[in-house]
């Protein structure tokens, strides 16, 4: 399930253009058009609804809120999924729903990662494209981030845009197959690791035993894993009578 890490305040009317943002961006609120109207220049919030970013209540025209959720972490911006309704309901989760950049166990993942200098870098199952965002904007000459669905790839390249980083290539595939033929000296995963024995939410989905995209993660590490390299991921695995863990 998605934890994030934020509890909304008492709704009250937004005191600033800050104020205004996090309500819409973070706390994903209802905001009356008033509001919006007097902070928000004309030609930003045509691009907000333009990309997506605002959409009106469908039975109450005057109120804004915001489809995605957009929000600090690592030094960075990062948008996502969301987790929850305006109204505080759960969200209708469906398959191909990107996991947010702020939950425990990404945080997790993120410290497991070195800052160490490297050359090339590449994310798997790259959702957000968090890790890969965090090692183009501080210590990875280019940084590549894979995920096998469009809509991650969308927002991990919607990402990087609104970060201004040009040294992090995007891409849509199953695992390797989009940078055949390439070595990294760093490669990194946080896979879909609980186990699933009917459809479930892509993210989440590892197969009967939950290990099915780690292994042939790990599988893949020869090919593209140079000399010297380093791989890290977070993922679960289990021990089994006459069967080595590793």
Request: charged residues 20%.
């Given at each position: 399930?998605?934890?994030?890490?934020?509890?909304?305040?008492?709704?009250?009317?937004?005191?600033?253009?800050?104020?205004?943002?996090?309500?819409?961006?973070?706390?994903?609120?209802?905001?009356?058009?008033?509001?919006?109207?007097?902070?928000?220049?004309?030609?930003?919030?045509?691009?907000?609804?333009?990309?997506?970013?605002?959409?009106?209540?469908?039975?109450?025209?005057?109120?804004?809120?915001?489809?995605?959720?957009?929000?600090?972490?690592?030094?960075?911006?990062?948008?996502?999924?969301?987790?929850?309704?305006?109204?505080?309901?759960?969200?209708?989760?469906?398959?191909?729903?990107?996991?947010?950049?702020?939950?425990?166990?990404?945080?997790?993942?993120?410290?497991l990662l070195?800052?160490?200098?490297?050359?090339?870098?590449?994310?798997?199952?790259?959702?957000?494209?968090?890790?890969?965002?965090?090692?183009?904007?501080?210590?990875?000459?280019?940084?590549?981030?894979?995920?096998?669905?469009?809509?991650?790839?969308?927002?991990?390249?919607?990402?990087?845009?609104?970060?201004?980083?040009?040294?992090?290539?995007?891409?849509e595939?199953?695992?390797?197959?989009?940078?055949?033929?390439?070595?990294?000296?760093?490669?990194?995963?946080?896979?879909?690791?609980?186990?699933s024995?009917?459809?479930?939410?892509?993210?989440?989905?590892?197969?009967?035993d939950?290990?099915?995209?780690?292994?042939?993660?790990?599988?893949?590490?020869?090919?593209?894993?140079?000399?010297?390299?380093?791989?890290?991921?977070?993922?679960?695995?289990?021990?089994?009578?006459?069967?080595?863990?590793?």
């Amino acid at each position: 399930a998605l934890e994030p890490l934020l509890v909304a305040p008492p709704a009250c009317d937004p005191r600033d253009r800050l104020d205004l943002l996090i309500r819409l961006f973070l706390l994903g609120e209802y905001v009356g058009e008033v509001h919006i109207a007097s902070m928000i220049p004309g030609l930003v919030l045509a691009g907000f609804r333009a990309l997506g970013l605002l959409a009106q209540h469908s039975s109450k025209s005057e109120e804004f809120y915001s489809p995605i959720a957009l929000y600090p972490t690592q030094g960075l911006f990062i948008a996502s999924d969301r987790w929850s309704n305006p109204d505080r309901s759960p969200l209708v989760s469906f398959a191909d729903i990107v996991y947010p950049a702020i939950t425990r166990n990404t945080r997790s993942f993120l410290a497991l990662l070195p800052l160490e200098p490297c050359e090339r870098f590449l994310e798997l199952c790259s959702g957000t494209g968090i890790a890969s965002l965090v090692a183009a904007s501080r210590f990875a000459q280019h940084a590549w981030a894979i995920d096998i669905t469009a809509r991650a790839s969308e927002f991990a390249e919607f990402n990087r845009r609104l970060n201004g980083l040009s040294n992090l290539t995007v891409a849509e595939g199953d695992l390797y197959e989009p940078v055949r033929r390439r070595s990294f000296d760093r490669v990194v995963a946080h896979p879909p690791y609980m186990p699933s024995c009917s459809a479930a939410e892509i993210y989440y989905d590892g197969g009967e035993d939950g290990e099915q995209v780690t292994r042939r993660v790990i599988a893949g590490l020869p090919d593209y894993l140079q000399s010297g390299g380093r791989f890290y991921s977070l993922a679960l695995a289990t021990e089994r009578d006459a069967e080595a863990f590793e």
